[in-house]
């Protein structure tokens, strides 16, 4: 029987992996992580925020550029990071980029108690922070039709995943619990408890609502309520890995902010070595045939012991 959670024994996660991996993570330097890079899985430094966030921002540039009326493309991208918007909004409208035929998928959205996706007014919305920090700045704006938001009601997201438009690239931040959107672990109950699901079972998740570990409560209350973890909604629309692997490239950026010095090391290493586990459910993505980890140097940390 696996270990239970240090964190939340009701639930899966990265804890509940053999120490010897987690220790092999943490030793890990920056050139040991650029080292991890493998056909398929490339790993990349950057020494300076600004240029982070501009090559991230590049990203939604060049899917944009290739659509055409024949060919259209998309995005799909996070809230978290978010620094990157304006920059993609200035772009556009310095290129005087024609976006017509261009698409967005946001990754998720927060699910209120009544069973919905929260409304526009809501503080946490992430479709008012892609909206407020880019889409509304757009000179030549993309058609409103071309812009895909997960609702509770999933079935018109999925069926834009299904509408012929390519995703040339799904973006994404890593959380504290190392998922992407909000493909978090699951539950430890049920036909899970001696178990989490298998990487071939988690795999054929589409875009649902889920319910939130309770590290990604917390890590939303830091980085975006101040701490105030009572505003934060337990439950989430999420993209799904069904969707993802419909994405040409997937293209993760940690700056430092969202996960912490271990985190980041730990998924790089499972991804690299092919180590498939849904505890951690960016370890998934090894058997994804285009994945980019874009590292901030300054904020990769060290997993070296420094009591405050």
């Known amino acids: 029987m696996r270990k239970h959670s240090k964190i939340s024994p009701d639930w899966w996660d990265y804890t509940t992996l053999d120490d010897d991996l987690i220790q092999d993570a943490a030793r890990l330097t920056p050139h040991d992580l650029q080292q991890l890079s493998r056909p398929g899985f490339e790993v990349v430094f950057y020494d300076t925020l600004e240029e982070f966030y501009l090559c991230e921002a590049l990203e939604y540039i060049n899917a944009w550029k290739q659509a055409t009326a024949d060919n259209p493309v998309g ?12 920059l993609v909004a200035r772009l556009c409208n310095e290129l005087d980029l024609d976006l017509s035929q261009a698409h967005f998928w946001g990754m998720d959205e927060w699910i209120g108690e009544d069973g919905r996706e929260v409304p526009l007014g809501h503080p946490l919305s992430f479709e008012r922070a892609d909206r407020e920090l880019c889409f509304n700045h757009l000179k030549n704006p ?7 938001f997960p609702k ?3 079935k018109a997201f999925i069926d834009s995943w299904n509408a012929g438009v390519r ?12 998922h992407w959107a909000f493909n978090d672990p699951l539950r430890r109950e049920g036909r899970y408890a001696d178990a989490p699901p298998s990487p071939e079972e988690y795999r054929q998740l589409t ?14 209350a830091r ?8 505003m934060v909604p337990n439950r989430a629309v999420t993209v799904g890995p069904i969707e993802t692997w419909q994405a040409e490239k997937v293209s993760i950026w940690q700056a430092g902010v969202h996960d912490n010095p271990l985190g980041q090391r730990l998924t790089a290493l499972m991804i690299a070595k092919g180590i498939a586990d849904s505890a951690v459910p960016m370890s998934l993505l090894a058997d994804h045939p285009n994945v980019r980890f874009n590292y901030f140097r300054g904020g ?7 009591m405050h």
């Open 142 to 148: 993309i058609p409103e039709e071309n812009l895909h």
């Open 167 to 178: 995703c040339a690239v799904m973006q994404g931040g890593q959380g504290d619990i190392k």
């Open 152 to 154: 509770a009601d999933t």
């Open 223 to 230: 980085t975006s309520g101040g701490g105030n973890i009572t």
């Open 75 to 86: 995005i799909c991208g996070p809230i978290g990071p978010t620094e990157q918007l304006p």
């Open 207 to 220: 875009t649902r609502v889920v319910e939130l570990h309770p590290v990604t409560l917390a890590q939303n």
């Open 300 to 306: 990769l940390g060290s997993c070296a012991v420094e």
